[in-house]
């Protein structure tokens, strides 16, 4: 019992430290932007000050972001006693790594397993999240605001709750150390969130357009096909990045329902990496592997800044 | 969509909102079959087998017993009479992972709200450059759990980590530390990876909210000679105070299930051992499916509360009539 009060007690004062800290720092902090973008009123000095101020925090937002990414590609490019000295500018090009990376089959087998299985997710989630959105969206039936708190509520499942009982439906299916495992079991969070964000796009679509269209005398199918989806690329291209993200990344069930190396999805094989012996960890090679996994993500989150950012904040979503 | 026009109406041979209705009904059908098979029907599994004695041996066959609540709690007499209790809620290791949880959680999502408020406040600050620092916020979040895991562990590494080489330059520790190994240490490893990781998400959901404060408000506020620091506690904390509300409880939900972060970093350490993963242990890798099962239903209650309690605070718009 007293374990549990001084152990309560100890996150009791962690809070109220943070709290406290906060009540100070963040106004000060907000003054600092508030002055700076003022343009620095009052005098020469200390307009010149807050501007310091306001660049010292903007350089280490950005170095504290990127320097973990920047270290592992350092380190990846090391291999070696280069690779276990510091060193915080870039000394070596050592490809080798890299190399060994990708002339393991395993590894290959994974990165192709992993683009595979996202695909499929992703393509299957939006094929069904289309038409059961446009539905959500803009047909009115009872149960309607049900069923979306439903897909919202099961969006946020933990995934460790359906584990038991989907590893046993896999193996009823048989589908255990196959890619189909992933692609059925990655549907629990591709679907709903498809679904619920395509619904948040689709409902601020014109009003006007599809009156038009049910004049003409369209059907449902031919509104939302021929009326609807050339307007929703943009939303169809944002949600599936995100999905495929989502699939990309996911570990919990790539970890359970497979058990060859040959089967593995990306993470799994990162995570599990081995080098020649149990001591020993590879970092050189896990460091390239991971630069080669996330580099095309990391390009294409760039690439696709604003819509992300749009998709993200419409649904609420996961992270 | 209230006012359809009456000439379709009455051209229709049944009303035009009976056909959207049936049209709706086959449409949503093939999503709602797949949830039920993919979601529903596996959690209902999962909760039926925490009431079983299912293990290794027999879950696929079939041949388990019912177990009732034996595996969340159970009196045993023993033969002097006393009662040894056992199961789940009276297991030490259970209460600890729920401790690792809950203090992870806490602390994971306050400082990830203070450190988003902070990044997002600069980022909705008009300056050169801006949208290469919300590139570069944006990279953490790009970067795969798994893969940040990996980095964080190679650069916390007790022997050749460079934040241990960092801190040693500083003078600020005598002697390496191994950050993921010691348990005292194990969880602010975690922390800093898991701060470091979703902190981006944090600030662009907060920086939505910001950009909803109209710019003039500030320059008014400022040409009236209030103090900077009365602004933020008067106009621009109460304005964001929604999203902040939003983004904190999904961000809980998130903590609260944390899985793989912890499996990856401090494997097997007692410090940070979450629900999640002594319940994914049970069950993969004891093959206690049972126990797991239990485990697992338990976080699924908890996870819930916070799903309702997200849906009412956060007022979702869930059919979309009527403003937020």
């Keep these: ?319 | 969509m209230s006012s359809h026009p009456a000439a379709v109406q009455a051209r229709a041979g049944i009303s035009l909102q009976q056909q959207r209705a049936r049209a709706a009904f086959w449409f949503l059908a093939p999503m709602l079959v797949m949830l039920a098979f993919v979601a529903a029907w596996p959690l209902l599994r999962s909760i039926t087998l925490s009431f079983s004695n299912a293990s290794a041996d027999t879950i696929f066959n079939g041949n388990w017993d019912w177990a009732g609540w034996k595996n969340y709690v159970e009196a045993r007499p023993r033969a002097d009479g006393s009662i040894r209790w056992r199961g789940v809620l009276v297991d030490p290791k259970w209460w600890n992972a729920v401790w690792n949880t809950v203090r992870f959680s806490v602390m994971s999502v306050a400082l990830e709200t203070i450190l988003g408020l902070l990044v997002a406040l600069v980022l909705n600050a008009e300056f050169r450059g801006r949208a290469l620092v919300r590139a570069a916020v944006l990279v953490p979040w790009a970067i795969p759990t798994i893969v940040s895991a990996k980095m964080w562990g190679w650069m916390l590494n007790d022997q050749y980590g460079i934040i241990n080489d960092m801190l040693l330059q500083l003078h600020l520790i005598a002697q390496p530390i191994a950050w993921t190994a010691r348990p005292d240490t194990a969880m602010i490893a975690v922390l800093i990876v898991d701060v470091w990781k979703t902190t981006p998400f944090m600030a662009l959901l907060i920086l939505a909210g910001l950009q909803m404060v109209p710019r003039d408000m500030y320059e008014a506020a400022r040409l009236d000679g209030i103090h900077p620091m009365r602004v933020f506690w008067r106009v621009t904390l109460p304005l964001v105070r929604p999203a902040i509300m939003v983004a904190v409880i999904f961000r809980l939900l998130d903590a609260l299930r944390i899985f793989d972060l912890i499996y990856v970093l401090t494997p097997r350490s007692e410090g940070t051992i979450t629900m999640s993963v002594i319940s994914f242990q049970n069950i993969r890798e004891f093959g206690k499916y049972a126990e797991g099962s239990a485990q697992s239903s338990i976080l699924f209650l908890i996870i819930a509360v916070f799903v309702v309690l997200y849906i009412w605070v956060g007022k979702v718009n869930l059919t979309g009539e009527g403003g937020r």
Excluded: C
């Design chain 1, 1 to 319: 019992m007293t374990v549990i009060v001084a152990s309560f007690w100890v996150l009791v004062k962690f809070v109220a430290f943070v709290a406290v800290t906060t009540a100070i720092a963040v106004p000060l902090y907000h003054t600092v932007l508030v002055a700076t973008e003022g343009g620095g009123s009052g005098r020469r000095l200390s307009a010149f000050l807050w501007r310091a101020g306001f660049w010292a925090i903007v350089v280490v937002i950005v170095l504290v972001s990127v320097f973990p990414f920047y270290y592992a590609i350092l380190s990846s490019l090391e291999s070696g006693t280069a690779l276990f000295r510091v060193n915080y500018l870039p000394e070596a090009f050592d490809l080798s790594n890299y190399r060994q990376v990708l002339t393991t089959s395993s590894f290959l087998h994974s990165i192709w397993n992993s683009v595979l299985i996202a695909t499929i997710t992703v393509v299957a989630a939006l094929t069904l999240a289309v038409t059961a959105s446009y539905a959500l969206a803009r047909v009115r039936f009872r149960g309607r605001g049900l069923l979306l708190m439903t897909i919202l509520a099961v969006s946020m499942f933990p995934q460790i709750a359906v584990l038991s009982g989907l590893y046993e439906l896999v193996n009823w299916l048989g589908l255990y150390n196959t890619p189909w495992a992933l692609v059925l079991s990655y549907t629990i969070f591709t679907l709903p969130f498809t679904v619920w964000v395509l619904t948040t796009f689709m409902r601020d679509l014109p009003v006007e357009i599809e009156e038009a269209a049910i004049v003409d005398g369209a059907s449902p199918w031919v509104i939302i096909t021929r009326v609807f989806m050339p307007l929703l690329w943009p939303a169809l291209v944002t949600t599936g990045l995100l999905a495929f993200i989502g699939a990309w990344n996911e570990f919990l069930f790539a970890l359970t329902f497979t058990i060859s190396e040959n089967q593995r999805t990306v993470p799994v094989a990162i995570a599990l990496f081995s080098g020649a012996s149990v001591q020993e960890i590879p970092w050189g090679p896990i460091m390239a592997a991971s630069v080669v996994v996330t580099l095309p993500l990391i390009a294409l989150v760039l690439v696709f800044q604003r819509k992300i950012v749009a998709g993200l904040t419409a649904g609420g979503v996961k992270g």
